[in-house]
């Protein structure tokens, strides 16, 4: 994926695709679900794979709402691999069997994330480590993919020090660890408080030992700064939703905005030189994350559209994606 990134800048990195917008929980800092949505029709979801990989995608992540609940799920996760793009899906891990597992396998999956909010349910999320922990643990026995486990701290969390619990009965499982911040509806940062300061850099010191990824917008992110990169959202990162629109991330939903049959190559350079104004404070990892191939070339030149449309905001906020 890098090698391919540092060659060509002309390609999708990464693309999430929103086959299915219901959930089957309803976390209250999340603006990415409701519970009524009808799964996107395979035939639809084929389209919007096979356009993904025209334009040379390396890796598409399946997200929701709940992608676990669209009767496909195998169906889609064989079209990507078909394609020769990796294949990821995050998923609230409410609905993993060992069967289910082995059909993951089956369909060629390369990656899987849970985030994990809490060490018990409570009133903003249940999605604990008491009542997923045998999830993970058919994971660990099962699974011939990847599996993330992303604890997390920020707004809403009650007990920021579950995170360490969560990160360390990860890698104590064999599955890797990561760590989330939550940021506002808007996909911006809200500094952490001295407790969740206090966990960021227990979870940091443990370095190697639980294979926690950081990199320098999550310690901006921590310590409430300002971050300097190029947002290429749009151009190497694309959020698809279950409209089949391309938008910048789940948390600037409504520009571009445009159907991914209609949108182009040029689109892609076009967003790629776009600087976006809500770079600076974003939270969203996997769009940084896919900016890093890229932040040390390519100034960004041109200015996003003035009338941006302001994001979809449903809840109070929500967990970044792939984060």
């Known amino acids: 994926m890098i090698a391919k ?154 007990n920021p020090e579950d995170a360490v619990v969560v990160a360390r009965r990860a890698v104590g499982l064999g599955l890797t660890s990561t760590l989330g911040v939550i940021h506002d509806g808007g996909g911006q940062m809200r500094s952490l408080s001295e407790a969740e300061q206090r966990v960021y850099r227990t979870i940091k010191d443990l370095g190697r030992k639980v294979y926690a990824r950081f990199d320098k917008f999550q310690e901006d992110i921590a310590y409430g700064r300002a971050h300097n990169w190029r947002c290429r959202a749009g151009g190497r990162y694309l959020y698809i939703c279950e409209d089949g629109l391309v938008h910048y991330c789940s948390q600037q939903r409504g520009y571009p905005a445009v159907p991914l049959e209609k949108y182009t190559r040029e689109d892609l350079w076009r967003e790629y030189h776009t600087r976006k104004s809500c770079a600076p404070h974003c939270t969203v990892s996997c769009v940084q994350q896919v900016a890093m191939i890229d932040n040390w070339r390519s100034p960004q030149t041109l200015e996003a559209f003035q009338e941006q449309p302001q994001p979809l905001v449903q809840l109070q906020g929500t967990l970044q994606d792939g984060g």
């Open 5 to 158: 990134g540092l060659l060509s800048k002309r390609h999708p990195v990464l693309a999430h695709i929103i086959p299915i917008r219901r959930c089957n929980l309803a976390c209250t800092y999340c603006n990415e679900y409701d519970d009524f949505s009808p799964p996107v029709p395979l035939a639809d979801v084929f389209k919007r794979i096979d356009r993904l990989a025209s334009f040379g995608t390396t890796i598409i992540t399946i997200s929701g709402g709940e992608p676990m609940l669209h009767p496909e799920l195998d169906q889609i996760i064989g079209r990507v691999r078909h394609h020769g793009i990796m294949a990821g899906l995050i998923t609230n891990g409410y609905l993993l069997t060992a069967e289910r597992i082995e059909r993951l396998n089956r369909a060629g999956l390369e990656h899987l994330q849970i985030s994990i909010d809490n060490i018990q349910p409570d009133d903003v999320s249940k999605k604990s480590l008491k009542v997923l922990d045998k999830k993970l643990q058919l994971l660990a026995e099962h699974a011939e993919f990847g599996v993330n486990i992303n604890s997390v701290i920020g707004a809403g969390i009650h």
